[in-house]
Nanobody
């Protein structure tokens, strides 16, 4: 069984920084893309950033230049470094990963439980 566990959320003042982690565990054959979505109160979930297995990264315009996504394949972990945080970044952040388990020959998308990021202005 594959699981994604997030950590690193919290409360920070505007202009501050946080680092989110997303660790995949279980019987994993391969992790393809990894990334993050977020959902603010009363809004739809929106894509934030993603990174492929070859290291290609992509960002939403709203976070470009402020957020950095990375991954450590030895640890099956993705990171989201968030700098110059704004009140508009307040949301629950969900990590996702496209993973092929060892017992299955097809990859699927898995989601973390979400971690709250709150930015005070």
């Amino acid at each position: 069984q594959v699981q994604l566990v997030e950590s690193g959320g919290g409360l920070v003042q505007a202009g501050g920084s946080l680092r989110l982690s997303c660790a995949a565990s279980g019987s994993i054959a391969r992790i393809n893309s990894m990334g993050w979505y977020r959902q603010a109160p009363g809004k739809q979930r929106e894509w934030v950033a993603s990174i492929t297995s070859t290291g290609y990264v992509n960002y939403a315009e709203s976070v470009k230049g402020r957020f950095t996504i990375s991954r450590d394949d030895a640890k099956n972990t993705a990171y989201l470094e968030m700098n110059s945080l704004k009140a508009d970044d307040t949301a629950v952040y969900y990590c996702f990963a496209n993973i092929r388990p060892r017992s299955i020959f097809v990859a699927d998308n898995y989601w973390g439980q979400g971690t709250q990021v709150s930015v005070s202005s």
